[in-house]
């Protein structure tokens, strides 16, 4: 158990909708990342949140946004879903210095139909 | 630009057979590595970082600055191995850990 845990596990959802992913980082954390994980496109990454503030920015669209709270669980919001954003969504969390470890969750697994 | 490049989707070798999975980087300054790896159906996990020399499951990796590239070894490929191995830079400025496309392992009889 890597400490950082991902609700929910699955979700299947149809086009046009929007969802809400969550990821509780490991405790002392205050970096969280997603990434995105398509079978051929490998881990994508999306934005990276330090301390309630965005710091770096990936390949995100537009149609999706993220943000870390004050106890610092971050949601990605994923809206007018497409059949293309099907996919595995990892978050993890460092605690923000160099050299330190990135612990991942166990992903939410994302069918749009 | 920023790049990290894992050119072999897919890696096939005997048990036994040594193994080496190419990263090549191109980023500004001096990024700190890693490999991470993702076994099936598991979350994704730190198998080395180079700043501590380390070995784990007999998997090296050698930080050549010249070529950018940071390559993991194994003499000896054992069946669990197979798996899903990623490099990733990590640059402390811009605060991003970034991950090649990845290579599949796979370990054979």
């Known amino acids: 158990d890597s400490g950082v845990t991902q609700t929910p596990k699955h979700l299947i959802t149809a086009t046009g909708q929007r969802v809400t992913l969550r990821c509780s980082p490991r405790?002392?954390?205050?970096?969280v990342y997603w990434y995105q994980q398509s079978l051929d496109q490998g881990l994508q990454f999306l934005i990276q949140?330090?301390?309630?503030?965005?710091?770096a920015k990936g390949n995100i669209l537009e149609r999706f946004s993220a943000q870390q709270f004050p106890d610092l669980h971050s949601e990605l919001n994923l809206s007018s879903l497409e059949l293309g954003d099907s996919a595995l969504y990892f978050c993890?969390?460092?605690?923000?210095?160099?050299?330190?470890?990135?612990?991942f969750g166990q992903g939410t697994r994302l069918t749009v139909v | 630009a920023q790049r990290v490049t894992q050119p072999e989707k897919l890696l096939s070798v005997f048990k036994g057979a040594p193994v080496e999975l190419k990263c090549n980087y191109s980023?500004?300054?001096?990024?700190?590595l890693f490999w991470y790896v993702q076994y099936s159906r598991q979350r994704l996990q730190l198998l080395l970082r180079?700043?501590s020399r380390e070995s784990i499951k007999g998997f090296t990796a050698d930080l050549n600055k010249g070529e950018t590239s940071f390559h993991l070894k194994k003499p000896f490929a054992q069946e669990e191995d197979s798996a899903m191995y990623y490099c990733?830079?990590?640059?402390?400025?811009?605060?991003?850990?970034?991950f090649g496309t990845g290579t599949r392992l796979q370990v054979t009889l």
């Open positions: 993890a969390s460092t605690s923000g210095q160099m050299n330190t470890e990135a612990f």
């Open positions: 405790s002392g954390d205050l970096s």
């Open positions: 949140y330090y301390n309630g503030e965005e710091r």
């Open positions: 980023y500004s300054g001096s990024p700190e």
């Open positions: 180079h700043i």
């Open positions: 990733a830079p990590y640059t402390g400025t811009a605060s991003k850990l970034t």
